[in-house]
């Protein structure tokens, strides 16, 4: 596995697993505030563009199902 993909798994561990998306501060009618929150716990600034976000993959966060999705 790469530096890359190490640093950010380690961030997730850290940062987001097991915890609940606090959506309290954003606007509550904004599709993207879980997505923003994800960002913001993996030290991104929140964004809506769809270029990498971090060490050149790009962040989703599946509504639907919950999932986190990282791509190249």
Same mark, same amino acid.
């Given at each position: 596995? !790469?530096?890359? $993909?190490? $640093?950010?798994?380690e961030l997730f561990?850290?940062n987001v697993k %097991? $915890?609940? &998306? !606090? /959506? &309290? =501060?954003? @606007?509550?009618?904004?599709?993207? $505030? =879980? *997505?923003?929150?994800?960002?913001?716990?993996? *030290?991104?600034?929140? @964004?809506? !563009? @769809?270029?990498?976000?971090?060490?050149g993959y790009e962040? =989703? @966060?599946? /509504?639907?199902? *919950?999932?986190? /999705?990282? %791509?190249?």
């Open positions: 596995m !790469n530096h890359e $993909k190490q $640093k950010i798994i561990y850290a %097991g $915890k609940k &998306s !606090n /959506t &309290s =501060k954003s @606007n509550q009618r904004h599709d993207g $505030k =879980k *997505g923003h929150w994800l960002e913001q716990q993996m *030290g991104i600034v929140a @964004n809506a !563009n @769809n270029s990498p976000d971090i060490y962040m =989703k @966060n599946q /509504t639907s199902s *919950g999932k986190i /999705t990282f %791509g190249a």
